[in-house]
């Protein structure tokens, strides 16, 4: 445990070591890369907490991000569910799907802005169009490879299609969907920055573009460090909050039926 520590630590102190280097140490004094360094980044990451402009700006995306990924979610898990379970499904919609992901998300900027017009909803458009994918791909996996055994057992213990969706499949199929969560999280997190250059008013990608516009060298780099720092939290978060549990398919089922028979299904 501390050993995992100290080299992650590390690692990080050599990062911000070779960055020192580059910009306050190697670089001479009329040098560009000066503006770069961690003393201007710093002290104008102080300022922007002090002031509270960086705390309106990490709520404005979370909420961005947030949104996206609860529509994404909604879309996703059915269609993937439908596409991994109904063969004709998968071969109707299976080809969309591939040309539809193949699509960088930050290629429909152009789409979003003539649709639903420069602010948020253009942002959570191009969260969608990014995040939708893992999610529908990661479940449709899931279920392809689902234990047949499985639902036979939940038939044979007269499950409703409800039951047998949420004590049968659901476990079954959870640790590929988290997986494809996780992935969606960090690919809307992504999406996010660039996203937010489309005409709104308030988020870490439109402070990024406004300290470049006011030539504040010292606050761009400070608002890289906390789109860096938001993102390790946010994975954190997520792996946390989407870790996989410990599954027990058919159980709650099993404990309908009759001693003997229940330890016969396990």
Do not use: K, N
Not at 19 to 46: H, Q
């Amino acid at each position: 445990m501390f050993r995992d520590v100290l080299l992650r630590t590390s690692g990080l102190a050599a990062l911000i070591l070779i960055w020192w280097l580059a910009t306050a140490v190697l670089a001479s004094a009329d040098s560009f890369a000066r503006r770069f360094a961690p003393g201007p980044a710093l002290r104008a990451l102080v300022e922007l907490a002090q002031s509270g402009e960086l705390w309106s700006h990490l709520c404005a995306s979370a909420e961005r991000v947030a949104l996206g990924l609860v529509l994404s979610a909604t879309l996703g898990i059915p269609l993937g569910v439908a596409v991994g379970s109904v063969r004709w499904i998968a071969q109707m919609l299976g080809p969309s799907v591939q040309v539809l992901r193949m699509v960088s998300p930050l290629s429909w900027m152009p789409v979003a802005l003539l649709v639903f017009g420069a602010g948020t909803r253009s942002v959570v458009f191009l969260i969608v169009m990014a995040a939708t994918w893992p999610i529908l791909l990661s479940t449709a996996d899931g279920v392809a490879h689902l234990d047949p055994r499985w639902p036979l057992v939940g038939r044979s213990l007269g499950a409703s299609r409800w039951e047998l969706l949420w004590h049968v499949v659901w476990p079954g199929v959870r640790p590929r969907v988290l997986a494809g969560m996780r992935l969606a999280v960090s690919v809307a997190w992504i999406v996010l920055v660039p996203a937010e250059m489309l005409g709104v008013d308030s988020g870490l990608g439109y402070a990024i573009l406004d300290a470049r516009d006011r030539l504040d060298y010292g606050e761009l780099v400070a608002m890289l460090l906390v789109i860096a720092a938001s993102g390790i939290v946010l994975d954190g978060v997520a792996r946390w909050l989407l870790r996989e549990r410990p599954a027990a398919p058919a159980r709650a089922l099993v404990r309908r039926v009759p001693a003997p028979m229940a330890e016969e299904f396990g």
